[in-house]
């Protein structure tokens, strides 16, 4: 069965400071993985996807992720945090050729001045 | 495109009510799902629907019930809430393809008392 666990349910960083979120997934067969960011009292958007073509991947506002296969792990990075990044996000994970996502419990990064 | 919406946003029950949350996208996506977010558990898939005519239950589907009679709206039913199903819930649609990520509406945020 596939899992996902995010380590950390809350980072903190300075305004500037490299935002590292962790992801680690459990899956019998090669995945597809998601990073997904949720602003207060809104929906979920799509960050980044990896689907087995490179295996750092970027998205938007500047984040990107990479996928090691070896450490079943994909990490969440940006190099320099602004305010405007502070929000949950959210690991998930599906099999290739099925179409239901798995996500992991959520990190709430905070950004502070 | 307004891509996918939520109604009502916000909604208290008494215990033992009924009510429907709609969702209506116009992606002309085939898939569509159903999760509800609770503090700390990332989200939990409770119906997902492949087409018109088809749906299926995900990890969370008691005390609930979906149908999708067209492409663009997928209505959850609760039919006796319980104060359990006090949770936020979002709505999602997919082009269906592996990898293809959801889009997610705003959410509803129901409160049972």
């Known amino acids: 069965a596939q899992s996902v666990t995010q380590l950390g349910s809350h980072v903190s960083v300075s305004e500037g400071a490299l935002v590292l979120l962790r992801c680690n997934y459990s899956s019998s067969v090669p995945p597809y993985l998601f990073w997904y960011v949720q602003y207060p009292n809104q929906g979920l958007q799509l960050l980044l996807k990896?689907?087995?073509?490179?295996?750092l991947v970027k998205g938007i506002n500047g984040f990107e992720a990479e996928f090691k296969k070896s450490e079943t792990s994909f990490h969440l990075t940006k190099p320099s945090a602004h305010m405007s990044d502070a929000a949950e996000y959210f690991c998930?994970?599906?099999?290739?050729?099925?179409?239901?996502?798995?996500f992991g419990a959520g990190t709430r990064l905070a950004v502070h001045p | 495109n307004a891509g996918v919406t939520q109604t009502p946003k916000f909604r208290i029950l008494k215990i033992g009510q009924s009510m429907t949350l709609q969702c209506t996208q116009d992606m002309n996506h085939n898939y569509m799902y159903w999760y509800r977010q609770d503090p700390g558990m990332g989200l939990k898939l409770i119906y997902y629907s492949v087409g018109a005519g088809i749906t299926d239950k995900g990890e969370v589907p008691n005390g609930y019930n979906v149908s999708r009679s067209t492409t663009e709206d997928f209505p959850l039913r609760l039919e006796l809430a319980a104060p359990s199903q006090t949770s936020v819930y979002f709505c999602?649609?997919?082009?269906?393809?592996?990898?293809?990520?959801?889009?997610f509406g705003p959410g509803t945020r129901l409160t049972v008392l």
């Open positions: 998930a994970v599906s099999e290739q050729g099925y179409n239901k996502l798995i």
């Open positions: 999602a649609s997919s082009q269906g393809t592996s990898g293809s990520g959801e889009f």
């Open positions: 990896y689907t087995s073509a490179a295996t």
